[in-house]
């Protein structure tokens, strides 16, 4: 949301950002306000204040978080005078385009939804819904979200059947993909001079990552002295993940807190190898999760145990090696062959940052919204847009 928020301020856009303050994947991480706080972004902010603390482990309280940001977004909304010619909400949180839903009424706006996730159909592929009345709730929720928005934009391509399934017009989706910054594509490569090499995994640790395969990864290579594994990230299962990996004394394995952003790419930058994974659904065969681009910046060969379209995009990229029998021994053999071959290594990560400089710029990439934008007959010198979202 940031990056939309500069690329639109840039060009001369309007833009006043409502929001929570930030607490993914934990508030712990932003006690220290210089990792988030920007005096030229703030005067366009202005954040509500939940009540509702936990974030991760508990999904039912998660869930309670979500209803409580949506209805402060919309007591928010209520207080506000200003006019806006569009509204831009983003979920993957269901409920928040729900206040978006109530903005466009209020302020006689056009209402844009930012789809990053397929919900409830993710919750169905981790197992946490299986309560008919709930899914029929959470289905005619969505269907009215996407007829109620006057466009629709897509992070993924995989997106776009299952959104026209429900009778929306071609010409009211489009695709804007998560993407980089200018600063994160121009990081340097480091210069592994050193035999030992560390596979790494970042980001999100929960029912849909399959990150226990990993550590059954770990364990098959663990005579492999060269090649140890690294896990930053946050979660529904991070705590199991540890006990795990306590339980099998795995010496090449690190479980590391998570980091910000910046710090994290960092990690990345010192890596050799990345890994990725998803569980075997059908609905995550639809997601290109935001690691892969992270590690095509960063110019790191990537193993990937996925399907579909995130399968599409590395094997496109040719920046990497994807299993077709999801094995543990299959991605181990993918892992000892880029560890004995440091020109494979660079020749995969080259091709995945040549692929993301083409592709994923933010700098390009936000020209999908600016031709919504500019769709409208604005008179003004500047159209006002208002975006909503949790801060991430």
């Known amino acids: 949301m940031k990056n939309i928020y500069l690329e639109l301020n840039e060009r001369g856009y309007d833009v ?10 934990n508030r712990n991480l932003y ?48 207080k506000d005078k200003e006019k806006y010619d569009y509204i831009f909400v983003s979920t993957p949180s269901i409920f928040i385009p729900v206040a978006g839903m109530f903005a466009k009424r209020k302020m006689k706006a056009k209402l844009i939804v930012d789809v990053r996730d397929l919900w409830p159909e993710s919750l169905i592929g981790i197992g946490f819904f299986n309560k008919n009345w709930i899914l029929k709730f959470a289905y005619k929720l969505e269907y009215k979200i996407y007829h109620a928005a006057d466009n629709i934009i897509i992070n993924s391509k995989g997106f776009y059947s299952y959104i026209s399934s429900t009778g929306i017009a071609p010409n009211r989706i489009s ?41 059954l990864i770990a364990e098959h290579l663990k005579e492999y002295k060269n090649i140890s594994f690294k896990i930053i990230g946050y979660g529904y299962q ?10 099998k004394q795995l010496p090449n394995m690190q479980l590391i807190e998570p980091k ?41 060969p990537i193993v990937a145990d996925v399907a579909g379209y995130a399968k599409e995009v590395i094997e496109d990229a040719q920046c990497g090696f994807v299993t077709e029998d999801r094995t543990v021994a299959e991605l181990s053999d993918y892992i000892i062959k880029l560890a004995q071959d440091k020109q494979l290594r660079n020749r995969l990560g080259e091709n995945g940052y040549q692929y993301a400089f083409r592709t994923l710029r933010w700098k390009t990439n936000i020209e999908t919204l600016l031709k919504i934008l500019e769709e409208r007959d ?4 500047s159209v006002h847009v208002c975006m909503e979202s949790l801060h991430k």
């Open 31 to 78: 006690k220290d306000s210089s990792y988030w706080y920007d005096e030229n972004i703030e005067k366009d902010i202005v954040r509500i204040h939940p009540k509702t603390r936990k974030y991760t482990r508990n999904l039912f309280r998660r869930l309670i978080l979500y209803i409580e940001v949506a209805f402060r977004l919309i007591l928010a909304i209520c």
């Open 16 to 25: 006043k950002i409502l929001t929570s303050d930030p607490s993914y994947p």
């Open 260 to 300: 910000n952003r910046e710090d994290t790419l960092a990690e990345i930058v010192d890596a050799d190898i990345a890994y990725v994974s998803l569980v075997e659904k059908d609905v995550f065969k639809k997601v290109l999760p935001r690691k892969v681009m992270d590690y095509m910046s960063m110019r790191k």
């Open 175 to 215: 695709f804007m993909p998560n993407s980089l910054t200018e600063k994160e594509l121009s990081t340097v490569p480091k210069k592994n001079i050193s035999d030992q090499l560390t596979v790494i995994y970042t980001g999100n640790i929960g029912l849909a990552q399959d990150i226990e395969k990993l550590i």
């Open 238 to 247: 991070k705590k199991e993940l540890g006990e795990s990996i306590e339980a």
């Open 378 to 381: 604005v008179t003004e010198e």
